[in-house]
């Protein structure tokens, strides 16, 4: 049924190409998880200044996927990104516990923006290769993700440098967006009646 229903949306919007705005404080892993998705491979990677943008193509879905650099001076420009947004992806270094209190600020922060209402956000627990790194529970729990209520939330454990979680990622998202698409159509706004003829 699933598959049923992508290959119609495929086959009705085949152009129709999804936004992804990938944030998160600077050394976090976002240029390494915007490359493992879409080379498949990891690469040596230099602090971000401004942006990257790449195309991922995960099943027959296609993404437009935005890598925003994380340092302080560059995060106010962030929102400048938000429009069209149909999910946001916030990597998380999962051993910063220092700076825990500031990755939560901004992912508050960009809950509250006007322009990320309907999207859907995928907090990305990065670096769990490393031993100290904490775990989806903690970071739970730390994030207060319990607290958002008015958006589809995902946390998932991942590892950019090795790829592990990033397709377990991309299937939640792709979920969401194909849902969003389903539920465009029963609108009434997606199919107008049409007017009565004089
Ligand atoms: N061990 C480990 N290192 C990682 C992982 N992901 C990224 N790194 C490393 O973390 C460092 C920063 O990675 P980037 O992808 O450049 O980080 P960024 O979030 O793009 O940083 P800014 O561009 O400054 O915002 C690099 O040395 C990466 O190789 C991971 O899952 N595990
Ligand atoms: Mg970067």
Not at 139 to 156: A, E, F, P, Y
Not at 161 to 171: H, I, R, S, V
Request: charged content about 20%.
């Amino acid at each position: 049924m699933g598959q049923l229903f992508s290959s119609l949306m495929q086959y009705l919007f085949p152009n129709r190409e999804y936004k992804i705005v990938m944030v998160g404080l600077d050394n976090a892993g976002k240029t390494t998880t915007l490359y493992r998705l879409h080379l498949g491979e990891a690469v040596v990677t230099q602090p971000t200044v401004g942006s990257n943008v790449e195309c991922v193509q995960y099943k027959n879905l296609k993404f437009e996927v935005w890598d925003l650099g994380g340092q302080a001076n560059l995060r106010p420009s962030w929102a400048t990104y938000y429009r069209a947004t149909d999910a946001v992806i916030v990597v998380i270094d999962s051993t910063d516990r220092a700076r825990a209190s500031i990755a939560k600020a901004e992912l508050f922060t960009l809950l509250e923006h006007e322009h990320l209402q309907e999207a859907a956000i995928l907090i990305m627990a990065n670096k769990q290769d490393l031993k100290d790194a904490m775990n989806v529970k903690e970071m739970t729990d730390v994030l207060s993700l319990h607290s958002l209520k008015r958006h589809d939330w995902h946390i998932q454990a991942t590892c950019a440098k090795t790829g592990e979680g990033l397709m377990d990622g991309m299937e939640w998202i792709a979920q969401r967006v194909k849902g969003e698409a389903a539920q465009a159509m029963r609108s009434p706004q997606a199919s107008p009646a049409k007017p009565i003829a004089a």
